[in-house]
T-cell receptor
Framework: RKEVEQDPGPFNVPEGATVAFNCTYSNSASQSFFWYRQDCRKEPKLLMSVYSSGNEDGRFTAQLNRASQYISLLIRDSKLSDSATYLC????????????FGKGTMLLVSP | DTEVTQTPKHLVMGMTNKKSLKCEQH?????MYWYKQKAKKPPELMFVYSYEKLSINESVPSRFSPECPNSSLLNLHLHALQPEDSALYLCASSQPNEKLFFGSGTQLSVL
């Protein structure tokens, strides 16, 4: 079973706020994990990979908890330009990057 | 910015038409993918080519016919589509089991 679950939101936050998204996945043998950002009518763009040790890229921090089968994304100091849909993606297969996506969480950052 | 190029960006076709979507990448990736995304839904995998051979077909109807002429090119031939096939068609590429990079997509409308 290959399922990825996300809260669809929307999350409405003011500029400067900190916001966190979670995502759960069904298969404990999952291989790799990613967060993508998608703007309306555009393609998904890779935001960051997610590692067990946690990783940070500027205002963005991603965490993986294999025991509980969830990944998280933390955005600090939200900007208006962060408004988008954030998709978590899980690769259940080895050998290919056949990602299964969550339905996405919409973030709206307001002035 | 994307190094995966898709044409056309928009396509309107009738149910009796035959058309093709094209995708090209010059990153030396050996795996290429077709995903389909309907509005407010996550991308869903259709086909995977690995080393120019069809490796995965996610039970896609035969009115969609993929083709991989060489390691840089991926086509999707369309014939006798239905209005419910209207969607954003995304091409992607990767090295096996590594990050997936998407093209900007073809927005397809079937009348």
């Amino acid at each position: 079973r290959k399922e990825v679950e996300q809260d669809p939101g929307p999350f409405n936050v003011p500029e400067g706020a900190t916001v966190a998204f979670n995502c759960t996945y069904s298969n404990s043998a999952s291989q790799s994990f990613f967060w993508y950002r998608q703007d309306c009518r555009k393609e998904p763009k890779l935001l960051m990979s997610v590692y067990s040790s946690g990783n940070e890229d500027g205002r963005f921090t991603a965490q993986l908890n294999r025991a509980s089968q969830y990944i998280s994304l933390l955005i600090r100091d939200s900007k208006l330009s962060d408004s988008a849909t954030y998709l978590c993606a899980v690769n259940f297969d080895s050998g290919y990057s056949t990602l299964t996506f969550g339905k996405g969480t919409m973030l709206l950052v307001s002035p | 910015d994307t190094e995966v190029t898709q044409t056309p960006k928009h396509l309107v076709m009738g149910m009796t038409n035959k058309k093709s979507l094209k995708c090209e990448q010059h990153m030396g990736h050996r795996a290429m993918y077709w995903y389909k995304q309907k509005a407010k839904k996550p991308p869903e995998l259709m086909f995977v080519y690995s080393y120019e051979k069809l490796s995965i077909n996610e039970s896609v109807p035969s009115r969609f016919s993929p083709e991989c002429p060489n390691s840089s090119l991926l086509n999707l031939h369309l014939h006798a589509l239905q209005p419910e096939d209207s969607a954003l068609y995304l091409c992607a590429s990767s090295q096996p089991n590594e990050k997936l990079f998407f093209g900007s997509g073809t927005q397809l409308s079937v009348l």
